[in-house]
């Protein structure tokens, strides 16, 4: 298991401005241009403390039918957590509308699984292997059990109530599928 906690963050306005306008938000008019946009995004990201816990289990782990989206060779979990700063940052922001809040918390936490991904995408790619599509994890047993195998204590995050704690917290899945060996043209 690898834990990598308080990387850097990066959070994209135009990420935000593209989910806020799916959401229906209207940033412009709550005051939150490109400039003010831009300064509360830097200071989220300062204030934040991210984290990932992640690794790659076989296909005969006794876990894998609830947590591997699909059979493959092998697959990856990863927890990803903004730590204990979010719910006081957002206490302490005034003028942010209500709405937006979830938003930059699904954005972080969507970054920071992208960062380990990335990781687990590079060794993939050494094993000849590609991943499938990222998928979030929901169900209570599947919750419990990638909290108890990649110990999420170790970035404060625990299963409590049928959900991760913090609020601000994430659990994914990738299979490890084989490459399939480009077939060459006939002649």
Known sequence: MRKIKSFKLI????????????????????????????????????????GVLFDTFGSADPDQ??????????????????????????????????????????????????FASGIIADEAEQDNCELSPLTPLAEVAALEAVVRKLDGVKLGISFQDGKLFPAASLAVSLSWLAKSKAKGRSK
């Open 11 to 50: 959070l994209r306005p135009h990420e935000v401005k593209r989910r806020a306008k799916k959401a229906g938000l209207d940033l412009e008019t709550a005051g939150l241009g490109d400039p003010a946009l831009a300064k509360l995004l830097e200071r989220l990201a300062k204030a934040l403390a991210p």
């Open 65 to 114: 039918s609830i947590l591997s989206p699909m059979p493959g060779l092998a697959y990856s979990l990863i927890l990803a957590g903004l730590g204990e700063a979010f719910t006081p940052v957002r206490a302490a922001q005034t003028g942010v509308p209500e709405g937006l809040w979830p938003l930059l918390e699904e954005a972080a936490l969507d970054e920071s699984v992208r």
